[in-house]
C-alpha cells in the first residue's frame, strides 16, 4: 500500500484547507486511514481516521468541530477537511493506513506541510 498525502500550504489564521490522502497499491483488506499532524517539537498526535468503507469517522479533541474526515471511493481518497486554522495548528500532517488485525497504523504517507500565519 502506497499513501500520497498533498494539499498542504501556508493559510492565514481563520482560514481553510483540505488535505487529501491517495492510497494506491493491495488497498483491499485495509480497515481504516487515519490522519496525525506532529508541529514543531511536539510528538506527533492523532487528528481522527475513517475506516476504509467510508463509515464511522473518528476524532480526536485536538481538533474536533473544526475537522471533518470523508472518503472518495471512486478515488481511493481520504480527505481531511479543515476549518478555522490557527497557528497552533502549524504542523506536518500524515495519513497512516491499517488493517483490523494487527491494530498498528502499518503504511505512512511522505506528510504534507501546513503553516498558519496570525
Known amino acids: 500500500v502506497q499513501l500520497q498525502a498533498s494539499g498542504g500550504g501556508l493559510v492565514q489564521t481563520g482560514d481553510y484547507l483540505t488535505l487529501s490522502c491517495a492510497a494506491s497499491?493491495?488497498?483491499?483488506?485495509?480497515?481504516?486511514v487515519g490522519w496525525f499532524r506532529q508541529a514543531p517539537g511536539k510528538e506527533r498526535e492523532t487528528v481522527g481516521d475513517?475506516?476504509?468503507?467510508?463509515?464511522?469517522?473518528y476524532y480526536s479533541d485536538s481538533m474536533k468541530g473544526r475537522v471533518t474526515i470523508s472518503k472518495d471511493h471512486a478515488r481511493d481518497t481520504v480527505y481531511l477537511q479543515m476549518n478555522g486554522l490557527q497557528p497552533e495548528d502549524t504542523a506536518v500532517y500524515y495519513c497512516a493506513a491499517r488493517k483490523n488485525y494487527p491494530r498498528d497504523w502499518r503504511w505512512w504517507g511522505q506528510g504534507t506541510l501546513v503553516t498558519v500565519s496570525s
Open positions: 497499491g493491495r488497498t483491499v483488506g485495509l480497515y481504516a
Open positions: 475513517i475506516a476504509w468503507n467510508g463509515r464511522n469517522p
